[in-house]
């Protein structure tokens, strides 16, 4: 059964930066992928980035050029980059391995 739990989450200005965690456990981490969703209130939970198990990303255009994701294979964590961040940044944040979610974290950004 695999575990995530993220961290990391908070209130920040625009403009700011927050770095967020993903700690996996129950699974082989550096085998998959790993992806990172966001749900706004009264929103559908959307896409914001992945990364393969050799190490490709991807992002969603939305955060291109201000978010990296990155893992460390030897603490099986993921993590989050965010920079630049916007009000419409504000949103929770939830890691997912295969078909496992963890349990969100919340980041707001004030204008």
């Known amino acids: 059964q695999v575990q995530l739990v993220e961290s990391g989450g908070g209130l920040v200005q625009a403009g700011g930066s927050l770095r967020l965690s993903c700690s996996a456990s129950g699974g082989l981490f550096s085998f998959n992928a790993m992806r990172w969703y966001r749900q706004a209130p009264g929103k559908q939970r959307e896409f914001v980035a992945s990364?393969?198990?050799?190490?490709?990303?991807n992002y969603a255009d939305s955060v291109k050029g201000r978010f990296t994701i990155s893992r460390d294979n030897a603490k099986n964590t993921l993590y989050l980059q965010m920079t630049s961040l916007k009000p419409e940044d504000t949103a929770v944040y939830f890691c997912k391995q295969l078909q496992y979610w963890g349990q969100g974290t919340q980041v707001t950004v004030s204008s």
């Open positions: 990364i393969s198990s050799s190490g490709s990303t």
